[in-house]
């Protein structure tokens, strides 16, 4: 991640001034300085799990297209999920390699501002590999993983019987992709089997006014829909 920004440095724009499109409007500032961090090339991953990192320890950034209109809504619904510990990154102007270096960028920032920590690059490019080699044998720690599921641990803790419900219904829906709920009834007993003994009628129902409020669901008449670009 990037230094906190000197009177020389101007700032980067908002996300609605980079064109992403974001439910209900919402932009993601306030960012805080964080040890452990993930870089996702748009371009070449659009990874599914994101909500594996709601509540964890991590700064993300996700880098998109000089010519990126809009994102899926499903994944701007799980970046907003997050809060403050995300950043859309778009980069300037276009050509062969062109976000690559924007990562290899802020990759080199992040090894001179902290003298600790793990980077993750989210990609399936190996161009990355020499550049992440090097950073390895000047002592920083940080890898190329192909999803977010693939960053060591990370599957492992989200998996504990404490971890956040809500983080793991986002989940669930997000790999059940065309097979999701399309009932009230459905999407209500779905929850109650993926949580178990903690799936409470009050702990559904507050889950259900969870997503609904994150805009990951909407209800009218017991049928349920997500909502679509």
Sequence with gaps: MPPRQSSRTQSRPPA????????NGIQLKGLHLKNRHIYIDFENVQPKELALLKGRDFRVMIFVGATQAKLPTEFAIAVQALGPAAEYVQIAGSGRNALD???????G????????????????????????RHLKAKGVSCQRVGSIGAIPGLKETATKPDSDPIQRV????????AAKPRTVKALRSSIKHLLGTQGTEETVDRLMGELE?????????????????
Excluded: Q
């Excluded at 609605?16 to 439910?23: A, C, D, H, M």
């Design 16 to 23: 609605k001034e980079l064109g992403i499109l974001l439910p």
């Design 109 to 132: 920032r992040t090894s001179v501002d902290t003298s600790t920590g793990e980077c993750f690059v989210v990609s399936k490019d190996t161009g990355f590999d020499p550049l992440l």
């Design 170 to 177: 986002l989940a669930n829906l997000a790999k059940r992709a």
């Design 101 to 107: 270096f924007h990562i290899a960028y802020y990759l």
């Design 213 to 229: 409020g994150l805009n990951a669901i909407r209800t009218a008449d017991g049928k349920v829909t997500y909502p679509t670009t």
